[in-house]
């Protein structure tokens, strides 16, 4: 990943557009599965929508809540 992708989504910005530069699950297979489940893959637009305790994001016309270390693998 290049030093311009370096930052993580927890790092995003409310209410931005964003495309997903990549996504490293430190080799967990079963986390890599669920966020493509998701549609969490590189290429793909998501935006921070609400960001408490956990972030909710939206991926295509669904949104999710997801935990910062969740998100700390997913490189925008």
């Known amino acids: 990943m290049s030093q311009e992708s370096s930052r993580n989504l927890n790092d995003a910005a409310l209410g931005v557009e964003y495309e997903i530069a990549g996504v490293d699950t430190q080799g967990d297979p079963e986390m890599e599965s669920f966020l493509f489940s998701l549609g969490c893959f590189s290429g793909q637009h998501i935006t921070v929508v ?21 998100a700390a693998s997913i490189f925008i």
């Open 50 to 70: 609400d960001k408490k305790r956990n972030l909710v994001v939206a991926i295509k016309d669904a949104r999710y809540n997801i935990d910062p270390q969740l």
